[in-house]
T-cell receptor, first 114, second 111 residues
């Protein structure tokens, strides 16, 4: 049982480059979300989805795009990378309604923009 | 605006020295309060969900409690393997599964 799989684990980008962070889950969870984690800031919500074809913005959506064409996958796209997007990115999923189980998180992608 | 504040930011304990971590919250309507553990270089791992004031949950050396304004994570006789960052998050009614996280408390337990 893989849970939530994120790729890549590490990435270095140059300012202005674009890339896609991949997230896949095999638990048939309806809800999926992307957070970024920065020192002293905690986890902040970027975008989330409550099902295939449905996405919405979180607290810090600027500079990021998402789409959800299947239940399993929820990629995060950086359109034009900036140094301020240097962070650790986590994908998380859960059932709807959430119940007692909280989120299942991936292991994270550490992104450095130079 | 929903807010979650965790204190202290960091805590160093001697093995066997019991203590408590605090999570205070301000939300329009609490759907649930969640505790997670995060080890360095890994994603957060779910520990507990609490729904109403007075509720308590336990797991090994950890016990989580909830009041109308705050939650405590009590650690009894901690061991070095309990060293981690502990995250608190709140879910708000009407907000689907969105969670708002605190900044976390880094716990170090010395042998």
């Amino acid at each position: 049982n893989a849970g939530v799989t994120q790729t890549p684990k590490f990435q270095v980008l140059k300012t202005g480059q674009s890339m896609t962070l991949q997230c896949a889950q095999d638990m048939n969870h309806e809800y999926m979300s992307w957070y970024r984690q920065d020192p002293g800031m905690g986890l902040r919500l970027i975008h989330y989805s409550v099902g295939a074809g449905i996405t919405d913005q979180g607290e810090v959506p600027n500079g990021y795009n998402v789409s959800r064409s299947t239940t399993e996958d929820f990629p995060l796209r950086l359109l034009s990378a900036a140094p301020s997007q240097t962070s650790v990115y986590f994908c998380a999923s859960s059932r709807l309604p959430q119940g007692n189980y909280g989120y299942t998180f991936g292991s994270g992608t550490r992104l450095t923009v130079v | 605006e929903d807010q979650v504040t965790q204190s202290p930011e960091a805590l160093r304990l001697q093995e066997g020295e019991s203590s408590s971590l605090n999570c205070s919250y301000t939300v329009s309507g609490l759907r649930g309060l969640f505790w997670y553990r995060q080890d360095p270089g890994k994603g957060p791992e779910f520990l507990f969900t609490l729904y109403s004031a007075g509720e308590e949950k336990e797991k090994e050396r950890l016990k989580a409690t909830l009041t109308k304004k705050e939650s405590f994570l009590h650690i009894t006789a901690p061991k070095p393997e309990d060293s981690a960052t502990y995250l608190c998050a709140v879910g708000v009614t009407g907000a689907n599964s969105k969670l708002t996280f605190g900044k976390g408390i880094t716990l170090s337990v010395r042998p």
